[in-house]
């Protein structure tokens, strides 16, 4: 075996050292305007395409290119939110609508996630209510509306069914998918160190599928407003969707753009308070395999 002496040794040429990372170097271009530029580029570039579209819409309405009859204008959407801001009719409307939207979607929330929970982890609980599942699944809530009139009448009760019925699904499908979705290879380590059935659904259970019951939770929340403005379309004497309704009927094109308008922002503001949940449990995600 070839040996080397430590004569030999201090003669042979040094190995190169590798640098030594030290801190990092800021870029000057991150700082500054141009820096708020760099970093925010993405969004401005959205708000611009919006502003670009409005005003677009407005230069075509102006030149009468299209006929008002059928298309409003940024404009005149905005006269008519301020006049039912400073009338009155927006704040009953709106405020039925959210009661309808918040009973409903609170009442989802806190049926779809135990009962999925449940589902998904014991297996006799899913023969029993999968064909359930499945079932209210295919069908389209709208097409139980004559039935839900007849069981409960066209009060607010009705549009707090339609909204329940419409988020609950997506809520419960998502939550079944996560808990399904652990990693068995994890659960059989854990029994196999003697955790309880409580312990592994604290530690494992439910830090795997909370991004799972956040995303059901975001997509019920479309669900939910659809249900809105369906159940006030359909029989009701107060709230956004029947200012919809009722300004169709009467060819008032300003009040339903004001009425879209206005259930498009509750669903951006309702979006916005969803992510600030989600990355309150961001640090429970997993993160994704490159």
């Not at 399904?180 to 530690?203: E, N, V, Y």
């Not at 009722?246 to 004001?258: E, K, R």
Request: charged share 10%.
């Amino acid at each position: 075996m070839e040996t080397t002496s430590v004569t030999e040794a201090a003669t042979l040429p040094a190995e190169p050292i590798p640098p030594v990372d030290g801190p990092k170097k800021t870029d000057p271009s991150d700082k500054g305007f141009s820096g708020f530029l760099k970093r925010r580029s993405m969004t401005l570039i959205g708000i611009a395409s919006v502003l670009v579209f409005l005003a677009l819409w407005e230069w075509v309405s102006d030149q009468g290119i299209v006929n008002p009859l059928f298309c409003s204008s940024p404009h005149r959407i905005w006269n008519t939110l301020s006049n039912l801001a400073t009338t009155g009719q927006l704040w009953p409307n709106l405020s039925v609508s959210l009661q309808e939207f918040g009973w409903g979607f609170l009442l989802a929330i806190v049926v779809a996630i135990p009962a999925g929970i449940l589902i998904g982890w014991y297996r006799p609980v899913e023969a029993i209510f999968d064909p359930f599942v499945t079932f209210l699944n295919a069908v389209p809530r709208v097409a139980l509306l004559p039935l839900l009139i007849i069981w409960i009448g066209i009060g607010i009760n009705l549009k707090i069914a339609v909204v329940f019925l419409g988020a609950l699904i997506a809520i419960l499908i998502n939550t079944i998918t996560g808990i399904k979705a652990l990693d068995p290879q994890l659960l059989t380590m854990a029994k196999s160190f003697g955790a309880s059935d409580f312990k592994i659904f604290r530690t494992i259970a439910l830090p795997g599928s909370v991004p799972y019951i956040l995303s059901g939770i975001r997509s019920g929340l479309g669900h939910a407003l659809t249900g809105v403005v369906v159940g006030e379309l359909y029989a009701s004497t107060t709230g956004v969707g029947h200012l919809i309704a009722v300004a169709g009927n009467t060819f008032q094109t300003d009040l339903v753009f004001a009425g879209v308008v206005i259930i498009a922002v509750l669903g951006l503001v309702s979006t916005w308070i969803l992510g600030l949940i989600e990355r309150r449990f961001q640090s429970w995600r997993q993160p994704a395999v490159r």
